[in-house]
Nanobody, 126 residues
């Protein structure tokens, strides 16, 4: 049974930092591209950051470039999202997901993911 379990969410003031972690079981993440997605109330789920199988290639949505960093440790079967300089508009439920597809990393979308975690809430106060 595949499980992706996110942790690290919480309440933080604007300008602060959080580090999200995703622990995978039941699959070997080195076989998958991994991504972080988020969904704010009343909005569609959007891609935040995606990382290739080896970690050599990454994609970030424009609004988080320079502030967020995605990384992976295939040996530990974990993926992390370091979030710095957080803004109130970053408030959302953040999800970890895995896809076995191939192709341009910038074309990965929520609809193309194979497995999802249950999410962790990030709240940024102004």
């Amino acid at each position: 049974q595949v499980q992706l379990v996110e942790s690290g969410g919480g309440l933080v003031q604007a300008g602060g930092s959080l580090r999200l972690s995703c622990a995978a079981s039941g699959l070997t993440i080195s076989d998958y591209r991994m991504g972080w997605f988020r969904q704010a109330p009343g909005k569609e789920r959007e891609s935040v950051a995606v990382i290739s199988r080896s970690g050599a290639n990454t994609y970030y949505t424009d609004s988080v470039k320079g502030r967020f960093t995605i990384s992976r440790d295939n040996a530990k079967n974990t993926v992390t999202l370091q979030m710095n300089s957080l803004k109130p508009e970053d408030t959302a439920v953040y999800y970890c997901a895995a896809t076995g597809t191939w192709g341009l990393i910038s074309k990965v979308t929520p609809g193309g993911m194979d497995y999802w975690g249950k999410g962790t809430l990030v709240t940024v106060s102004s």
